[in-house]
């Protein structure tokens, strides 16, 4: 008795035989000789969408699932659709966003991306004017646990800082002297601060769990507001090295576009809806750290963002009215962190595990319709 597989034919006498052994197709009926080379010529084809995808060439990859891409329906369905998620992975090496926004487009046309963009043009309920009193009154946090603290300050640096501390008085009690080598640690820490922005202390925090969590924690924040609001996510970078090198701000990052800002900031313009929109993505990793841990340490250089592109409007925001309409996206993006926390959290498990955007992207997608 033969055991049919899709790389060959099994049989204890004879080992392999392949497919593309012509006795073997004419023993079966013709229905299903067809249907072995139909998908068999199908993998030929889609090597090269699949060397693309290895490439990280997002221009050919999706040239491919434009023009080339095989348009059978029924049998070789299935073969199709997996690999169609792929050209997401494409995109960090992108350098034209609108490439990255083409490709998503054609997976949402696809019907595979059912809830990006599902909130962009729906401005969520509350009052605009949202003060301290009000934040707290809808999210149960004091306006301080959602700033950025300085390393040491707060949180988990400030119980290393303390430790470490400790640590040097009880050598010194016991005639060992090690302030010298701690001179030398500080000089080069702050040399890593100026010349790579932190890079390398952050690279070597990384490897410490609870660290790295807060940090997936907060970028699946981003990512996850900025899917529903329907900008196109380049990728996810949490290796602070590859960060620099890529010129991103900060020691972690999630490159997303909103095509309506950047067209509006190009006319010498900027719309409410589209700076709304803007400062939901950009405040929603700290709403994401506050809604799981109770209040933020991370988010300066989303605040350092979010002051340069206030004073681009006309006219500019003052001190008072960035506040007011920080706290506003912080709590707007808080409400849908909440009420999709189940996405959020199958992002955060995602990102934490080292999956490709796609397979992310696709978890948030199962974890929306599950809860739908």
């Known amino acids: 008795m033969m055991a049919i597989r899709f790389c060959g034919v099994h049989h204890p006498n004879y080992g392999i035989t392949q497919l593309h052994n012509s006795n073997f197709l004419r023993s079966y009926p013709n229905g299903f000789s067809r249907k072995i080379l139909k998908i068999r010529a199908l993998r030929r084809e889609w090597q090269e969408y699949e060397e693309a995808v290895k490439e990280k060439d997002l221009s050919r990859a999706l040239r491919f699932l434009r023009d080339d891409i095989p348009m059978q329906v029924g049998e070789v369905d299935w073969y199709n659709l997996q690999r169609e ?106 040399l890593d601060a100026i010349l790579l922005g932190g890079s390398c202390l952050a690279q070597i925090s990384s490897f410490w769990p609870p660290y790295k969590r807060r940090i997936c924690v907060h ?50 313009r900027l719309s409410g809806t589209a700076f709304d929109r803007y400062c939901m993505v950009l405040f929603a990793g700290i709403a994401a750290e506050a809604l799981i841990y109770g209040e933020a340490e991370g988010g300066e250089n ?32 808080y409400n849908l962190l909440k009420w999709h926390k189940q996405a959020h959290r199958a992002a955060v498990k995602a990102i934490e595990s080292g999956c490709s955007l796609s397979m992310v992207i696709k978890k948030v997608e199962e974890a929306m319709s599950r809860n739908s």
């Open 85 to 190: 998620w792929q050209v997401l992975d494409t995109c960090l090496n992108a350098d034209d966003m609108r490439l990255v926004a083409a490709a998503y487009a054609f997976l949402k046309d696809k019907g595979l991306l059912h809830h990006f963009g599902k909130y962009q043009s729906i401005v969520l309920e509350g009052p605009r004017d949202v003060t301290p009193t009000v934040l707290k009154s809808s999210t149960g946090l004091d306006v301080t646990k959602l700033s950025p603290k300085k390393w040491g300050l707060s949180g988990t640096s400030s119980f290393l800082l303390a430790t470490l501390f400790a640590g040097v008085s009880i050598l010194l009690n016991q005639g060992i002297d090690i302030r010298p080598n701690i001179a030398a640690v500080l000089g080069l820490a702050m």
């Open 302 to 333: 989303d605040e350092n963002l979010f002051r340069s592109i206030s004073v681009l409007l006309e006219p500019p925001l003052s001190v008072a009215q960035m506040s007011n309409q920080a706290r506003w996206s912080v709590l707007q993006s």
């Open 219 to 268: 970028e699946a924040g981003h990512l996850l507001v900025a899917y529903l609001m329907g900008c196109p996510i380049r990728g996810v970078i949490l290796d602070p090295i590859v960060a620099m090198q890529m010129g991103i701000q900060g020691q972690a990052g999630t490159q997303f576009w909103d095509e309506k800002l950047e067209n509006e900031l190009a006319e010498g």
